[in-house]
C-alpha cells in the first residue's frame, strides 16, 4: 500500500519560513518524480515546485526564488523549504508522487497539509 506522509505545516508570520517534508512508502521512490501542490479555498489545485528522478527541478512562478524542492532517496523523503512567506502562501499542501509516461502514468497523493501565513 503506497502512503505519502506529509509534515511540517502549520501557523507563521508573513516572512516567515517553514519546511514541509513527505515521505513515501510502498513505492520505489527514487523512480517517481515527486512534487508539491497547493490549493487555496476556492482555488484550483496547482503545482508549487517539482523535482525528477534525475533531480530537475521546477517552479510555479509565484514562488521562484522563495522555495526550495529537495529529495533524499536514501530516507524516501522530498522536502520543500518555504521563505519569505506571504498571506497568498496560505493553503493545503499536498504531496505527488508520479512514475511512467503519459498518457498512463500513476499518480499517488498525500493527504495534505495546511500551511497559514498571517500577516
Known amino acids: 500500500q503506497v502512503q505519502l506522509v506529509e509534515s511540517g505545516g502549520g501557523l507563521v508570520q508573513a516572512g516567515g519560513s517553514l519546511r514541509l517534508s513527505c515521505t513515501a512508502s510502498?513505492?520505489?521512490?527514487?523512480?517517481?518524480?515527486m512534487g508539491w501542490y497547493r490549493q487555496a479555498p476556492g482555488k484550483q489545485r496547482e503545482l508549487v515546485a517539482a523535482?525528477?528522478?534525475?533531480?530537475?527541478?521546477t517552479y510555479a512562478t509565484s514562488v521562484q526564488g522563495r522555495f526550495t524542492i529537495s529529495r533524499d532517496n536514501a530516507k524516501n523523503t522530498v522536502y520543500v523549504q518555504m521563505d519569505g512567506l506571504k498571506p497568498e502562501d496560505t493553503a493545503v499542501y499536498y504531496c505527488?508522487?508520479?512514475?511512467?509516461?503519459?498518457?498512463?502514468?500513476?499518480?499517488?497523493w498525500g493527504q495534505g497539509t495546511q500551511v497559514t501565513v498571517s500577516s
Open positions: 505527488n508522487a508520479a512514475s511512467g509516461t503519459s498518457p498512463g502514468r500513476t499518480v499517488y
Open positions: 510502498g513505492l520505489r521512490f527514487s523512480s517517481n518524480d
Open positions: 523535482t525528477t528522478i534525475s533531480g530537475t527541478t
